[in-house]
């Protein structure tokens, strides 16, 4: 057995997204959203249109700030 204990699984690590200010270059909406996702190399902070989905800005975001991602170990 290589897992010996159950974790809760969920389809996608998700994390609470929050609004963010400007316009999305490609189709000039400005509904965006920033959030943080899981992705090579740890967590990204990424600004993302909405609308179109277009990727605005990602950056790296402190793996322990003062967000606490789901499923961290302890
Ligand atoms: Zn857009």
Redesign the pocket.
């Known amino acids: 057995m290589m897992h010996d204990h159950p974790r809760p699984l969920t389809s996608t690590v998700s994390a609470p997204r929050t609004s963010a200010s400007g316009r999305?270059p490609?189709?000039?909406?400005g509904t965006l959203a920033s959030y943080r996702v899981m992705s090579e190399g740890g967590w990204w902070s990424v600004i993302k249109?909405q609308?179109?989905?277009?990727s605005i800005a990602r950056e790296a975001a402190p793996m322990f700030g003062a967000f606490t991602p789901f499923g961290a170990p302890e």
């Open positions: 999305c490609e189709c000039g909406g249109c609308e179109c989905l277009a």
